[in-house]
Nanobody
Framework: QVQLVESGGGLVQAGGSLRLSCAAS????????MGWFRQAPGKEREFVAG????????SNADSTKGRFTISRDNTKNTAFLQMNSLKPEDTAVYYC?????????????????????WGQGTQVTVSS
């Protein structure tokens, strides 16, 4: 059984930082593509950042470039999202996702339907 458990969310002032963690079990993240998505109230889930199956490629949404960094620690089987210079518009529930299907690209998957497993989400609230 695959489980992804996010943690690290909370309330932070604009300009602050948070580090989200996604602890995986039942799946080895070092050999699977991972992604972070977010969903704000009344909005669709959107891509935030992703890392390729090999770990050699990362990609960010335009809104998070230069501020958010995705990484993974293979020894801990955990993915991370470092978020700096947070803005009120970053407020959302953040989800990590993992892909187990056979790869169709060596790059990063930006579509939610490319992923097979999802965590329960962690709330991030940025106050102005």
């Amino acid at each position: 059984q695959v489980q992804l458990v996010e943690s690290g969310g909370g309330l932070v002032q604009a300009g602050g930082s948070l580090r989200l963690s996604c602890a995986a079990s039942g799946i080895t993240i070092s050999t699977n593509a991972m992604g972070w998505f977010r969903q704000a109230p009344g909005k669709e889930r959107e891509f935030v950042a992703g890392i390729s199956q090999s770990g050699g490629y990362t990609s960010n949404a335009d809104s998070t470039k230069g501020r958010f960094t995705i990484s993974r620690d293979n020894t801990k089987n955990t993915a991370f999202l470092q978020m700096n210079s947070l803005k009120p518009e970053d407020t959302a529930v953040y989800y990590c996702a993992a892909r187990r299907r056979s790869p169709v690209t060596a790059g990063v998957y930006r579509a939610a339907n490319a992923y097979d497993y999802w965590g329960q989400g962690t709330q991030v609230t940025v106050s102005s």
